[in-house]
Nanobody, 113 residues
């Protein structure tokens, strides 16, 4: 059974940092990524990393967020710095394997003073 379990969300003040983790089990993914969905908005890509370490980021997070993965642990991380209120959303982990995609249950990130 394939599972993606996110952790690390929470409430943080503007300018603060959070680190999200996504632990995968049941499959080895060619690429893993983080997406987010704010209320009333579509889910959007935040960052994505392939198994060989190639990355891409949404323009809105470039220079503030980094993505990394530990292939031995089958885990992907999202380090979020200089957080802004507009980063508030539910963050979802996504795993890609060929034509198949899998999603985690999501973790809430709230940036507010």
């Amino acid at each position: 059974q394939v599972q993606l379990v996110e952790s690390g969300g929470g409430l943080v003040q503007p300018g603060g940092s959070l680190r999200l983790s996504c632990a995968a089990s049941g499959s080895i993914f060619n690429a893993m990524g983080w997406y987010r969905q704010a209320p009333g908005k579509q889910r959007e890509l935040v960052a994505r990393i392939t198994r060989d370490g190639s990355t891409n980021f949404a323009d809105s997070v470039k220079g503030r967020f980094t993505i990394s993965r530990d292939n031995a642990k089958n885990t992907v991380y999202l380090q979020m710095n200089s957080l802004k209120p507009e980063d508030t959303a539910v963050y979802y982990c996504k795993g890609e394997k060929g034509l198949y995609v899998y999603w985690g249950q999501g973790t809430q990130v709230t940036v507010s003073s």
